[in-house]
């Protein structure tokens, strides 16, 4: 298998094959990784694209130093922690009443149901978790990335890391108790 | 005695060195309150592994068509001037400004076998320095264009 490095330096040239290979190998689990920061399909697969985009024109500026991955979910951490700021924004100008009065008088029987779905509650722990925590986490838990590697990635340290996780942990342990039967 | 809640999900992780590891586990076995918050924890970190296991049934998204549009499709499949350099791009731009003065010099007189006599020399003259593009209070950029394409407006 050709390394990341090469086709990143392949890339920077302009070779479109190169290229090609980058984003089929990895669009799965940069689109799984964003599916749970934001909790949404469609802003996911938006945001797979404008990370491929901007590996494509940052090329040139990438170090080859063995660390594609985490410079690539550098770049799609950034962009969704960015989207999930402008939508807080958005929500707080566009105050929707109705959404706000279903919310005082509880969930529907429909939103009940789906949230005995096991993995409608997961993501909705992880939706509930400051966005630092829930990027830490699923870097680690879904991605299989070393706390070494998410220091990188976040600008932090290792014991930085090791706190939002821990952080993380409880949270999701409060949330999910009584709603998910836990393995 | 010291708790160690706060590095259960570390040794869940497989981030402690064994020394580490070896010691927060004697202690899991004497205290029962972080005992059970270790219990509590693994329960939700391999919920969380099973939930992960479940991304791999992910069908791939198949991105590339898209993703292709916005980069190479960009230099090929736009307008044809916008080559995959800005060289190319300024080679273009220059040749097309070269070929627009010797047009606009052969246009008002008999062409390349004709002899221009003086009105129409006047008239070419009068032509460009009326025409709003070349005027110095209009501003329209081109003067800006002319330069970026290696070309000196000032003659």
Known sequence: MIDDDVLMERTARNEEAAFRLLVQRWEKEVLAFLIHMLGSMEEAEDLVQDTFVKVYHQAGRYRPEGKFKSWLFRIAGNLARSRLRRRKILRWVRFDRTEHDQADVGPSPQQRLEEKESAGAIQKALDGLPDRQRQALLMHRFQGMKYREIADVMDTTVPGVESLIQRSLVGLRAELAGKVELS | ?155
């Open chain 2, 1 to 155: 005695m010291k708790h160690v809640t706060e590095r259960i999900h570390a040794w869940l992780a497989g981030e402690l060195d064994p020394v580490s590891a070896t010691d927060l586990e004697q202690h899991l076995e004497q205290c029962p309150d972080c005992a059970r918050v270790a219990r509590e924890s693994r329960a939700v970190w391999e919920t969380l592994g099973s939930a992960a296991a479940e991304d791999e049934q992910l069908s791939s998204p198949s991105l590339w068509p898209r993703v292709r549009a916005r980069t190479f499709g960009e230099q090929t499949g736009g307008s044809w001037f916008y080559g995959p350099s800005s060289v190319v791009r300024a080679g273009l731009a220059s040749a097309a400004v070269a070929a627009g003065l010797v047009f606009a010099v052969m246009l008002p007189g008999e062409g390349l076998n004709g002899d221009q006599n003086s009105s129409d020399q006047q008239v070419e003259t009068l032509w460009l320095e009326d025409s709003s593009w070349t005027s110095a209070d209009q501003d329209y950029g081109l003067d800006r264009m002319w330069l970026s394409a290696g070309l000196d407006t000032e003659g």
